[in-house]
């Protein structure tokens, strides 16, 4: 089991989700983990049951897009060792129909959000001299096309590229950036989809003929997380069932 006892981890976007999934995997494994989102209420919720299992925990209201939130936050990462880089949105829509206003909270929150905290983060393993790990939060979407989602596609592939840039210029300061691209994953609020024609159709597509469940994440965040992965950098970790080998 992957013991990160004594490292403290940054989690974005934790208020419900991935984020809120990964923050309890870090959290189990041994980590402090700082938990931030905008919705502090459902973070204090989250804290409760991480602290109720034993786990090291703190909140912070943070909106990736507020300078002053993330300089707030900043302040607070004297000893952070990792950022898992997380926060995004979507709209759907098609292309035609999608407005200015849905470009730029996508492109902004899932793009520009995650380099101001990438630069937060790369600050404070500079400032402490033990380097650290950056993990950027992708999509497969980002990889290959699909509709209704242009902007979120656009943003997903900027951060990949963005990820193996970062990692690029910050090897020299021991900062490792790597990235995981899930494909379809299980959740709460898309269960309705795969249940109807369209999204068993879909299913078809993987090779594995099945969805990702969120359990199916841990093992790359941790591997990432942890010290024996220490020679990757600007890699991209595809957890999606075979999707993108999938023939067209």
Known sequence: MTDLTGKTALVTGSSSGLGAHFATVLA???????I?????AAL??????????????ETARLDVLDKASITALEA?????????????VVREAPALDQTEDDWDAVVDTNLK?????????????KAHGRGGEIINIASILGLRQAGMVLPYAVSKAGVIQMTKVLALEWARFNIRVNAIAPGYIATDINGDFWDSDAGKAMLKRIPQRRLGQITDL?????????????YMTGSVLT??????????
Not at 36 to 40: C, F, L, S, T, V
Request: charged share 15%; no cysteine.
């Open 28 to 34: 189990d494994a041994g980590a402090h983990v700082i």
């Open 36 to 40: 931030a989102a905008r919705r502090e």
């Open 44 to 57: 204090e919720s989250l804290a409760a049951d991480i602290r109720a299992t034993g786990g090291s925990v």
């Open 76 to 88: 607070r990462l004297t000893n952070l060792d990792m950022l898992i880089n997380n926060a995004g």
């Open 113 to 125: 959000g995650v380099f101001l905290m990438a630069q937060a983060a790369a600050r404070a393993f």
């Open 218 to 230: 841990d093992a790359p965040l941790l591997m990432l997380a942890a010290g024996a992965s220490s």
């Open 239 to 248: 957890v999606d069932g075979g999707h993108l080998t999938s023939s067209l």
